[in-house]
């Protein structure tokens, strides 16, 4: 769950940790809880309250994994000029049939794959597509038949990067200074200076994250949280 369907910083960044905190609190009021008021040694039927109360906790870690399952982060779409996360519960299998790529037809069970939209260039269709997005419709990185490589389009993703070294001159309150030392942090791990890396907004659940890229190969390097957490 943790490294798998949602690698870091996506747990917390897609709601992750507010659906497991769910999950953990239900399992420990139907079996330790329920356990300690129904408890009586030599009790008649014990065995059988017992057995019944292992298995709705066994049924509530069931649907609550499958909870997470089908939220998880499948797709990390570049769109124009900023990523967003696509959950697996945003797209259709119909849609996903529709895919030009093989590789996009089915949902990754091993981690989100990075993906760029190609939007269309027939401006009636892209009117079209806009449309129906302010009208609560798919919007276009719900779309897999816009989907193409990541690694082929890199030099788009590139030509939209943005310096890194912006993230790093913000002045301002106290606040805006803890965010900044969180990105000289994050950018310390990557091993690399600000100057070969450029970075792009990310949109997740819980707000506007972002990803690191290398500067020249346009290599997706890290994902930065939304600051707030």
């Known amino acids: 769950m943790l490294r798998v369907w949602y690698p870091p910083p996506l747990f917390t960044a897609e709601g992750g940790s507010d659906l497991l905190f769910i999950l953990v609190a239900v399992d420990v ?89 190609d939007l269309p260039k027939d401006m009636k269709i892209l009117k079209e597509l806009l449309s129906e997005a302010q009208t609560g419709g798919n919007v276009v990185q719900h779309l897999p038949k816009y989907y193409v490589p990541y690694s082929d389009h890199k030099v788009q993703v590139i030509a ?8 790093l001159k913000r002045d301002g309150d106290k606040a805006e200074q803890v965010i900044t030392e969180q990105v000289k942090k994050q950018v310390a791990e990557t091993g690399r200076q600000a100057s070969d890396l450029k970075y792009l907004p990310l949109q997740t659940r819980r707000g506007w994250g972002a990803v690191l890229i290398e500067a020249k190969t346009g290599e997706v390097v890290k994902i930065l949280p939304p600051p707030n957490l």
């Open 29 to 117: 009021i139907i079996g330790p809880l329920i356990t300690l008021v129904i408890f009586k040694s030599g009790k008649p039927g014990l065995r059988f309250d017992l057995t019944v109360i292992a298995l709705l906790q066994a049924g509530a870690l069931v649907y609550g994994s499958h909870v997470m399952f089908v939220a998880r982060p499948v797709f990390i779409a570049f769109v124009v000029d900023q990523f967003e996360t696509v959950r697996a519960n945003d797209l259709d299998p119909a849609d996903l049939a529709q895919a030009p790529h093989p590789g996009f037809q089915s949902l990754p069970l091993t981690g989100p794959v990075f993906v760029v939209v």
């Open 160 to 167: 939209q990067g943005r310096p890194v070294e912006t993230l």
